[in-house]
């Protein structure tokens, strides 16, 4: 088993920055695949993007690209979601996934985080 833990989330500005983090526990492993997903009220639960477990390849949602970046430390079991440039639509909970291959599909994922909220105003 594998626990995912996301912190960093909160109130922004249109146009400023947030730092996500995401830590697991539990059966870690560098392979996994670790995936970024978020939820709008009212909407359903769309792909933000993936990091490889070697964190030698992303990719990213369109809606995100060029504004969003993925890293990740093995060492210290963490990932994160660095949000630049955010906007009011960014407004969500984003939640961190595991899983064997990097992905877009949800149901790929094995292992999910609660979430944490970010609230962007305009």
């Known amino acids: 088993q594998v626990q995912l833990v996301e912190s960093g989330g909160g109130l922004v500005q249109a146009g400023g920055s947030l730092r996500l983090s995401c830590a697991a526990s539990?059966?870690?492993?560098?392979?996994?695949?670790m995936g970024w997903f978020r939820q709008a009220p009212g909407k359903e639960r769309e792909f933000t993007g993936f990091?490889?477990?070697?964190?030698?390849?992303?990719y990213y949602a369109d809606s995100v690209k060029g504004r969003f970046s993925i890293s990740r430390d093995n060492a210290k079991n963490t990932v994160y979601l660095q949000m630049n440039n955010l906007k009011p639509e960014d407004t969500a909970v984003y939640c961190c996934?595991?899983?064997?291959?990097?992905?877009?599909?949800?149901?790929?994922?094995?292992?999910w985080g609660q979430g944490t909220q970010v609230t962007v105003s305009s």
């Open positions: 996934a595991a899983g064997p291959v990097p992905t877009t599909r949800l149901n790929a994922y094995n292992y």
């Open positions: 539990g059966r870690t492993s560098s392979s996994y695949a």
């Open positions: 990091i490889s477990g070697s964190g030698g390849r992303t």
